[in-house]
C-alpha cells in the first residue's frame, strides 16, 4: 500500500530527537522563512495556549517549506478556527464525547486491543509489529467507534482508510518536491545520485500521477463521508458519528463542511495517530527499554509508562504548532507584538528540565511531575486524548502480558520510517520471542 517514497532509513527516532533549548521567548525564522517568536518554556507555553489573544486562524500556510497536510490545511478544520465559530464546533465535539460514551467504549476497546494480541500470538513468530499489531488495533476501535464494522455501506476495509488517510495527512509530502519529508533534497544525499534532466522528467511525470492520485483520493473520501453523515441522519445509531451528526443538529449553526471535515478527520487522523504513538512507544521499549517490558503486565506500570512515553516521545519531526497574536502579550519577560507569527514548542516544554529534571530515561513507572502537553492545552486541546492513552495503555499491558520476552531483530538504526507531514511512526518493527 505504501509507495516507496513513503519511507526512509538512517532516521534517528522520534524519542531522540533534539529540540530547542528551553529559554525566554525570543526572535527566531521559521523553515519558510516566515519571522515568528518561539515559546519554549513550559509555564510560558501553558500560559500562551490559553490566552484568547494567541488565534490560529489563518495560518494554515504558515510555518513550513514543505508538504502541509489537508486535515491541518483546510481552513473548514477544528484545528484552523477560533473564536465563536471554534467555541461553537468544541462544544458540539464535546457532546459527543461525554464521560458516559467515553466509559461505554472502553470494555470493547480492550477486547479490541486483546483479539490483536492473541492474533499475533497464534501466528507465532517471527512477526512484524507494525503490520499484525500497531495499525490493526487502532483500526479495529477506529470502524468500531465510527460505525464503519458493517456489512452495508458504511463498511470500510483498512486498505481503503490507508489510502484515504495518506492522501488527507499529505503522507509523503507535497506534490512536486519529491520527497518524503517535505524538504527540497528528493534523494536525502544532497543530489549525489546527480539526476539527469531525463531524471527530472521521470520524476515530474510521476508527481504529476501521484497528485492526481492525492485529489481523487481526497473526492472519494470526502464523498464516503458526506453519503455516511446523510445516512446517519436518517438512521441513527450509537456510533460517534450518530452522536455528532445528532449533536450538530440540535446546536445548529455548524457548517455542513465543517461536520465533513470533523468526521473524516477524526476518523483518520486518530487511527493514524494512535498506529504512530504505539509504533514509536514501542521503538523505544524494545530498542532501549528491554529490562522494562514485562513489568508492563501490571496495570499501574502500564498507565503510568504509557502516560510518560506519550508525554516525551512526539508523533513527528515538526516540533513547533503555529499561532499568531491579535495584541501586544507579555510573556515570560518579552514582549511579543501584535500581529506576531508564535511559534509554540511542545517538544522543548515537555523536556523543561525546571518541571521535569528526570528526563524520558528516568523510571517509567514515575508519574508525571505536571501534567503533559503532548495534547496541548487551552481551546485547542486534543478531543482524542482519551483514546490514545486508553489504546496505548492497554496494548503496552496485553502485549507485555503475553509476550514478556518480546525482542526486536533490527536495530533502531536501521528501521525504516513511515513519513508524514504529520506523524512519523517505524515502517516496520521486526521481532521475536
Known amino acids: 500500500m505504501d509507495s516507496p517514497a513513503a519511507t526512509r532509513t538512517a532516521l534517528p527516532p522520534l524519542h531522540r530527537l533534539p529540540v530547542s533549548p528551553v529559554r525566554p521567548p525570543h526572535p527566531t525564522t521559521l523553515p519558510d522563512g516566515t519571522p515568528a517568536w518561539l515559546v519554549t518554556r513550559y509555564h510560558d507555553v501553558r500560559q500562551v495556549l490559553g490566552d484568547p489573544r494567541i488565534t490560529r486562524a489563518d495560518l494554515h500556510d504558515v510555518g513550513t517549506a514543505g508538504a502541509t497536510a489537508d486535515v491541518a490545511a483546510n481552513p473548514a478544520s477544528l484545528f484552523n478556527q477560533d473564536g465563536p465559530a471554534h467555541r461553537r464546533l468544541r ?12 466509559a461505554g467504549w472502553q470494555p470493547w476497546v480492550a477486547a479490541a486491543v486483546q483479539q490483536s494480541v492473541d492474533a499475533l500470538v497464534a501466528a507465532g513468530p517471527p512477526a512484524d509489529l507494525v503490520a499484525a499489531f500497531t495499525r490493526p488495533v487502532p483500526f479495529a476501535v477506529t470502524t468500531r467507534l465510527m460505525g464503519l464494522d458493517g456489512d452495508g455501506p458504511d463498511s470500510l476495509d483498512e486498505e481503503r482508510l490507508h489510502r484515504w488517510t495518506l492522501a488527507l495527512l499529505a503522507q509523503g509530502g507535497a506534490p512536486g518536491d519529491g520527497s518524503a519529508d517535505g524538504s527540497a533534497d528528493r534523494d536525502g544525499d544532497g543530489d549525489a545520485n546527480g539526476d539527469t534532466s531525463a531524471d527530472d522528467a521521470a520524476h515530474g511525470e510521476a508527481d504529476a500521477d501521484d497528485a492526481e492520485d492525492h485529489a481523487e483520493a481526497l473526492a472519494e473520501y470526502g464523498a464516503f463521508t458526506t453519503e455516511l453523515i446523510e445516512r446517519r441522519r436518517r438512521e441513527p445509531g450509537d456510533d460517534l458519528v450518530s452522536r455528532l451528526v445528532q449533536a450538530a443538529d440540535h446546536d445548529g449553526g455548524i457548517p455542513e463542511e465543517s461536520l ?66 491579535t495584541a501586544p502579550i507579555e510573556l515570560g519577560g518579552a514582549t511579543i507584538p501584535a500581529d506576531a507569527v508564535v511559534a509554540i514548542s511542545l517538544g522543548s516544554a515537555n523536556r523543561d528540565p525546571d518541571v521535569y529534571p528526570e528526563g524520558l530515561d528516568a523510571d517509567l513507572d514515575l508519574p508525571l511531575a505536571a501534567p503533559t502537553l503532548a495534547f496541548s492545552a487551552g481551546p485547542h486541546y486534543c478531543i482524542g486524548a482519551w483514546r490514545v492513552r486508553l489504546e496505548m495503555r492497554e496494548s503496552l499491558r496485553r502485549l507485555a502480558a503475553a509476550l514478556p520476552g518480546l525482542r526486536l531483530t533490527t536495530p533502531v538504526a536501521e528501521l525504516a520510517w513511515q513519513l508524514g507531514s504529520t506523524t512519523r511512526s517505524p515502517a516496520r518493527i521486526p521481532v521475536d520471542w
Not at 91 to 102: D, E, G, M, N, W
Not at 267 to 273: F, H, Q
Open 91 to 102: 462544544a458540539t465535539v464535546q457532546r459527543a464525547f461525554t464521560p458516559r460514551a467515553i
Open 260 to 325: 465533513v471535515h470533523l468526521v473524516a478527520g477524526l476518523t483518520a487522523s486518530g487511527n493514524e495517530s494512535v498506529a504512530g504513538a504505539l509504533g514509536n512507544a514501542l521503538v523505544y521499549l524494545l530498542g532501549e527499554r528491554a529490562e522494562h517490558w514485562p513489568r508492563l503486565a501490571d496495570p499501574v506500570t502500564a498507565e503510568r509508562t504509557a502516560e510518560r512515553l506519550l508525554h516525551f516521545i512526539p508523533l513527528g519531526d515538526d516540533e513547533a504548532t503555529i499561532r499568531r497574536a
